[in-house]
């Protein structure tokens, strides 16, 4: 059996030895994570006739929950037969100063004499290395992607527990959808505090199985009913494209002063909105309540530098990891700042009755 990057030596009717190279690129979205999971069952029902599995890994993005983290995360946590060994450089080294890096190096490395050093510190200051490979890459420090949009912590930072949303909350609401290859979401915003929660995400599973897959629309159809039944929605924002037809009848049936189009391809505007969004959380004048799906979309963003200043993008074109939750956010986010603008945020007072 062939996995991302790993080899597997089968025994008779066993895995005796499973390799698994690279380890930091094993992720839910390019089925890693699944891959990892069967062979490492496979090695754990027949260790007892010697079958071991080994992992080898450059230095992993915590941002993306890959096999290399959960294993560290695992020691850290105190797992039992497991044998682990790194050797990180000095975190934070000034790129600039040659002694610096390649004392760096140096302990990186460790003993492998065969390295070559000064051809290492010329990738790592060489101008089109971004910093963040050179610390994970050459350094082996546990680095964030240099572009990301938000890091874990700010964004974990944000996390609201308690005080959760209840029915009948004044709420904005984001929409991003397509039909089949990215995945559709809708986010909603409370109004008094800005704290998000997803009222719905459709995700191609990217299952063989299911080449054909497209959004189910009358899902979505339910779930913006839903909200509009559940909660006072005073402002919805949604993306129009593949989706204009429907948002003009969520306009008729709920009120075209309640429902907008929000084109995120017209950059000035978007801009504008992303700035908000990153500034808030900066400043942690909105919350989260800890949605897992959420948060991966958001720490998936990376930023894209425009004339007008900077959008949220995936990685790459191609890049399996999903952004969309997080565009359903930064349009929730903004049309909750245009609802209170308007005068929406209404505070409910207890009514007192005297006899």
Known sequence: MLGPGGFVLPGPGLCLFVVCDEV??????????YVWETLDRNVQKTSGAGSRLIETTNAYNPNESSIAQRTHEAVLGG????????????????????DAVLAAIKDAYGDSHWVDAEGIADAVQDPR??????????????????????????????????????????IAMGFDGSIRGDATGLVGCRLRDGKLFVLGLWENPRDPLQPDWEVDVLSVEAAVKRAFETY???????????????????A?????????EFWTNKPTRMVQAVERFRSAAMVQDLKHDGDEDLSR?????????????????????RSK???????????????RADAIADGRMKIRRSRVVGF
């Open 129 to 170: 290395t971004p910093p963040a490979v050179a610390y994970r890459f050459y350094l082996n420090n546990i680095q964030e992607n240099a572009d990301g949009w938000m890091n874990r912590d700010e964004w974990e930072a944000c996390l609201s527990e308690d005080d959760p949303i209840r029915p009948g909350d004044q």
């Open 252 to 260: 008729i049936e709920y009120g075209d002063d309640y429902v907008f």
């Open 232 to 250: 006072r929605v005073e402002w919805f924002y949604g993306d129009p494209p593949f989706w204009q037809e429907a948002l003009g009848r969520w």
């Open 79 to 98: 797992a039992t037969r497991l044998l682990y060994d790194c050797v990180e450089a000095e975190k934070d080294v000034d790129l600039k100063d040659r």
């Open 297 to 317: 979309h958001v720490l998936n963003a990376v930023i894209r530098e425009v004339p007008q200043g900077f959008l949220i993008s995936k990685e790459s074109p």
């Open 321 to 335: 990891k999903k952004i969309d939750l997080a565009v359903c956010a930064v349009l929730a986010f903004e049309a």
């Open 24 to 33: 930091h690129h094993w992720i839910e979205s390019n089925q890693g994570v």
